[in-house]
């Protein structure tokens, strides 16, 4: 893999660890600025649809720089949103920031899906994924413990700090050694984005990026919850709570890294088989989540299959999209962000609606169970559509071969 790749993840990193971090902070943020644990939840939401919104925004108007000026731009505007975001005492102004954030972020995510792919080769666009998704999951297993450190030690404020200090040797390693790329300081045309959003409304890109919204808004809703599911239900001491989000990324990083090859030569496995064992390890989850024992394991191991799963389908929207090469990664980033919206927010319902902090997994259960039917009704379709597509040629064949093999009269 390219040297300039691994950049791009360190970049991911510091991103990734803004995304994910809250998970360890909402309470503390909830108790500075005065509003309820679920109106703090909604700063991951709010972040999510920034992302959602921003994706294919940002990827349009980014056509018209080089990649290396457009991710420098997203990648500095993300810098400078959160040192306001750790300077404010307004909750409205924190979701204000972390709204401009998530635009930056999308914008970069999409600019570096697309010059990840063009790195490699056409056949390892799975791998190229693997090391940008990396730089996320190193975020849960270095980032957001540090950041729920920090929060606990010297406040929620300081792990935003650290995200503007991670974030200033970022804009330096991509200045250096991203190559500029495409951008002819045009602006796109309404033909450019019409024809590369035919592409991505094909019947196999629309229903992988369901399927990424769908796994994705599981993993964020059970996630964005932790820390108080763990200390709440399952009577882990708060000071656990750093341990039990690195057990998180420990699993999203192995998951992420076994399927980095995996995405390019066996997807369809990994997503019939881990999509099957991902819901049943939720409602597992639910069920036990009052038992240590239960719990902590199940973190490592749903974060592995969650990333995997997420990772592959990532990848797969890449291979479908390959004839819009801008918006693919812009709609990988989208779906992948409509789930971290709808996950949060549909967990914060159920926990408003007084069905507690193990609510939130039985959402998780149910939404990687509509993924799993989704997925099943949808390959049970294609398999009837082909073999209906076959009969007529199959007639034709026969009716040729009993015309080759009949007598002549």
């Avoid at 731009?73 to 993300?78: A, C, D, G, I, K």
């Avoid at 401009?100 to 970069?108: D, E, H, T």
Wanted: charged share 10%; with cysteine; glycine share 14%.
């Amino acid at each position: 893999m390219p040297f300039a790749l691994y950049m791009l993840g360190l970049a991911v990193f510091a991103m990734g660890t803004s995304e994910f971090m809250l998970s360890g902070l909402i309470p503390d943020i909830a108790h500075d600025l005065h509003v309820t644990v679920p109106a703090a939840g909604s700063l991951t939401s709010a972040f999510a649809v920034g992302m959602v919104i921003g994706a294919p925004l940002m990827a349009v108007i980014g056509m018209r720089w080089s990649r290396r000026d457009a991710l420098l731009l997203f990648l500095v505007v993300f810098l400078a949103a959160h040192a306001m975001g750790a300077l404010t005492d307004s909750f409205d102004v924190l979701l204000m920031t972390r709204v401009l954030s998530a635009l930056a972020n999308a914008g970069f995510l999409a600019v570096s899906f697309t010059a990840a792919a063009g790195m490699v080769p056409p056949n390892a666009k799975g791998r190229a994924a693997a090391v940008l998704l990396g730089g996320v999951t190193l975020a849960c297993v270095a980032g957001v413990p540090g950041g729920a450190l920090l929060g606990q030690y010297w406040g929620w404020r300081s792990a935003f700090w650290a995200v503007v200090v991670l974030s200033a040797p970022a804009v330096l390693a991509v200045a250096l050694t991203v190559p500029a790329g495409r951008g002819d300081g045009q602006v796109p045309t309404l033909r450019d984005v019409r024809a590369e959003l035919g592409v991505l409304r094909r019947r196999r890109p629309v229903l992988l990026l369901a399927l990424c919204a769908l796994v994705n808004g599981g993993t964020f809703c059970t996630f964005t919850y932790l820390a108080p599911l763990v200390t709440g239900v399952s009577g882990i001491p708060d000071g656990w709570v750093p341990g039990v989000l690195t057990l998180f990324g420990l699993g999203s990083f192995a998951g992420v890294s076994a399927a980095g090859r995996l995405a390019d030569t066996r997807p369809v496995a990994v997503l019939a088989w881990g999509t099957a064992v991902l819901a049943v390890g939720w409602a597992v989850f639910a069920l036990g989540a009052a038992r240590p024992e239960v719990v902590l394991p199940l973190v490592l191991l749903q974060g592995a299959l969650a990333f995997a799963i997420g990772s592959t389908l990532v990848t797969q929207v890449l291979y479908a999209g390959a004839d819009a090469p801008t918006l693919a990664g812009a709609g990988a980033t989208a779906a992948f962000n409509v789930g971290a919206s709808l996950g949060p927010w549909l967990g914060g319902v159920a926990i408003a609606a007084g069905h507690g902090y193990r609510s939130p997994v039985w959402v998780s259960a149910g939404l990687v169970s509509a993924a799993l039917v989704t997925g099943a009704v949808a390959l049970a379709a294609g398999g009837r559509g082909r073999r209906a597509a076959d009969r007529p040629r199959e007639a034709d064949e026969a009716g040729r071969e009993a015309g080759e093999t009949a007598p002549a009269g």
